[in-house]
């Protein structure tokens, strides 16, 4: 079905029965050739013994004692922690699941799908860092003060590690992806489909990680992409995520959502792919005006107002891509704004305080090893804006996201960014209001 919302819909009335001869025959009694028809029967049998086998396993956990579906893991953290109801339905088939990254989110994700009982492998780097996940249960450097379920296994080898991966997750940050994917697509198995969880907008091609895979790892898979406020640190400990996986391919989604979805780690699922990617990408470098803002001491009202601004150049920019506003609105957009402008985890947020506290952006890359995906994405998105849209004085529709960038070139301070919009000319709020 090209239209998955129908699929589910048409699905039992449209399920073939088959004779001797295997002419397949529909519900409107219409006789069709078995022999281009024999793969659709297949696959159709084998979703309808997959609802059986979901219909049978929510019947079994609703005859379970109630105190059973609250347990969890003692190294979660605290007793009373929210937690939300899961489908946990059982794979249908044996799932391998390799996470290529071993930062603070490949980590988390990988995580989350160990806590699943699902054999999970870690592709990183150094081999110091594979032995003391494989020994000691801890990344050296990375949240090293929190354990890691046993059933992860580290490697450096991309050979032994993507050869019999069922689902690849790709959690290498954005700008160094396309250099890491070329490393490594000859191990990545034909049609195997692939999650990213990275963030932004590469600054040499413009393009979002769609473009990126599609471009180095080819299109004759499936891909999808996980966004929404999900701090690393907090779904390592347990506490309760809410994110979204978008593809266009819908049916993976859902049965990624099905695979790692729990009672702490909620998962939706979309198609709007890009407008997810666009969330993820520009709440980053709202989070880095929303630091420079606390940097400079100016309050809730200035931080408020410019994060609000902020969320609106977001949509106006999706709206223009064609992303969907719910989107926007929901976890991948003004979800993870939130997150990463107010949470005190957040890297860009903290990247943006130090901005605005007077320090360089030299002095700040020297002192941390670890990735502020906004710096990049911010000077990436303009140049992007000013390809891409079209239309008179651009930097009057985004000036949050051009200030920043002017910021981060060295062309303004923070503290002219924000007189800048605070002298900005009288306007309507949205100029969508213009229509009526």
Sequence with gaps: HDDDDEHTATEEATTPTHNADFAIVDSRGVARNSSAHKTLYAFLAQRQQQQQNRL?????????????????????????????????????YPVRVTVMGGGNFGLALATVWARKNIPTTLLVRSQDVA????????????????????I??????????????????????VQYSRSFLESVKEHIPPGTPILSCSKGIETSSLGFMMDILKDVVGEDRSYAFLSGPSFAREICEGVATAV??????????????????????????SRDVIGVEIGGAVKNVIALAAGMCEGLGLGTNAMSGLVTRGCAEMRRLGLTLGAFPSTIGGLSGVGDTF????????????????????ESMQEILASTTEVA?????????????KSECKGYRLDLKYPILFGVADI??????????LKGLMNMPMRMESYEERAY
């Design 244 to 269: 979204v996986i978008a593809s266009e391919d819908l049916l993976l989604a859902e049965d990624l959502a099905d695979l790692i979805s729990s009672e702490h780690f909620r998962v939706f699922t």
């Design 56 to 92: 049978q396993y929510q019947q079994q956990k609703l005859e379970q004692p109630q105190e059973n579906q609250r347990k969890h893991s003692s190294s979660h953290r605290g007793s009373t922690m929210l937690q939300m109801k899961a489908s946990r339905l059982p794979p249908t």
């Design 131 to 150: 032995d003391s996940i494989n020994q000691k249960h801890v990344h050296p450097r990375y949240m090293s003060d929190l354990g890691l379920p046993h």
């Design 339 to 358: 997150g990463t402008c107010f949470g005190p985890l957040s890297r860009n947020r903290r990247f943006g305080y130090r901005l605005g506290k007077g």
């Design 373 to 385: 995906e906004g710096v990049d994405t911010s000077i990436a998105l303009v140049n992007f804006i």
């Design 408 to 417: 981060l070139e060295g062309k303004q301070s923070p503290l002219d960014g």
């Design 152 to 173: 992860i296994r580290a490697t450096t080898d991309p050979g032994s590690a993507l050869s019999d991966a069922t689902y690849i997750v790709h959690a290498v940050p």
